[in-house]
């Protein structure tokens, strides 16, 4: 089926949240593709994982041509290019198709499930085999968390995501008895709610500042946003607060959960939430968080 392609382009334009969702997805290609050429395009924050994988960016020649598959222009220059392009939904807008490109979504709306599960899926149907041992070319990245704190994160892509910043202080607050806890501040953080100004946060700049942050937790509690992800990829306990998106779909690897317990919620499968006045998240009262907090303190070593 694909034995006429020279290389195959990767590309993947999401948050980081979708991109480490599809990471699966795309060592399943490399695995399957090898020694062909592999290449990358997309945005460049991806640059750090498609450098850990040895998947280099697509030249810059080649990836202006891409730019022609918006316009609904294939080039001819492409011709023995083989495309997997990643979107967020099946209901995303394609105005294009042709042979050399296949889309792979994160979202099926009409039968909501995993996002990694739907990627099999597709990936299945295309007779390339799902990586059962995809983690392995990360896991020599990484070293063990050091287990010492208690992270919060507070921010997210969309504010109808976020649970009330107040209540993450209060959060903070009740927690600092048992380890350290400290909120986290990166540059999402910092624009919605200004510079720090509580002694127990820390401000990143840099994802390799957050996954040295986070090789020191012992657990990650926050809003459904790319550092929970990153978090249940490193193994890291973790427990998201969930309110307008689906928890089914985008629940982060081996993470606990808390709902929004009012009916509207969930109302958005993907992030194009539409609420004019978002109020699910603040149903969730801290207490309820911190009890839960302390139910999965108790499973971990430090307090057994």
């Known amino acids: 089926m694909f034995s006429s392609?020279?290389?195959?382009?990767?590309?993947?334009?999401?948050?980081?949240?979708?991109?480490?969702?599809?990471?699966?997805?795309?060592?399943?290609?490399?695995?399957?593709?090898?020694?062909?050429?592999?290449?990358?395009?997309?945005?460049?924050?991806?640059?750090?994982?498609?450098?850990?994988?040895?998947?280099?960016?697509?030249?810059?020649?080649?990836?202006?041509?891409?730019?022609?598959?918006?316009?609904d222009n294939y080039p001819e220059e492409l011709e023995k290019s083989l495309i997997f392009w990643f979107k967020i939904s099946t209901r995303s807008r394609i105005t294009f198709s042709h042979p050399n490109i296949f889309y792979l979504y994160l979202v099926d709306e009409n039968h909501p499930k995993p996002v990694r599960s739907f990627l099999k899926e597709q990936l299945q149907k295309l007779n390339l085999p799902w990586s059962k041992n995809w983690k392995a070319p990360l896991k020599k990245e990484f070293v063990p968390p050091k287990k010492e704190k208690i992270l919060l994160f507070p921010g997210s892509g969309h504010r109808a995501k976020n649970w009330p910043l107040e209540n993450y202080v209060k959060l903070s607050e009740k927690l600092k008895t048992y380890l350290p806890t400290f909120l986290i501040f990166g540059p999402v953080e910092q624009e919605l709610y200004g510079p720090a100004s509580l002694s127990n946060i820390l401000t990143l700049n840099s994802l390799e500042d957050l996954i040295n942050t986070l090789q020191q937790a012992l657990l990650v509690i926050g809003n459904d946003a790319g550092p929970l992800h990153l978090a249940g990829l490193l193994e890291i306990p973790t427990l998201t607060l969930f309110g307008p998106t689906n928890s089914l779909i985008w629940k982060p690897e081996q993470s606990e959960v808390l709902k929004s317990p009012l009916s509207c919620a969930p109302c958005s499968a993907t992030a194009q939430i539409t609420c004019s006045k978002p109020r699910c998240l603040k149903a969730i009262k801290v207490e309820e968080v911190f009890q839960k907090t302390l139910t999965l303190l108790k499973k971990t070593s430090k307090f057994s």
């Open 5 to 71: 392609y020279s290389e195959i382009i990767i590309i993947h334009q999401g948050a980081l949240g979708d991109f480490l969702l599809s990471l699966p997805a795309i060592i399943s290609i490399q695995q399957h593709f090898r020694p062909s050429s592999i290449y990358w395009w997309g945005k460049s924050q991806h640059t750090f994982w498609f450098k850990k994988l040895n998947i280099p960016s697509l030249p810059s020649a080649k990836a202006r041509l891409l730019l022609e598959l918006f316009k």
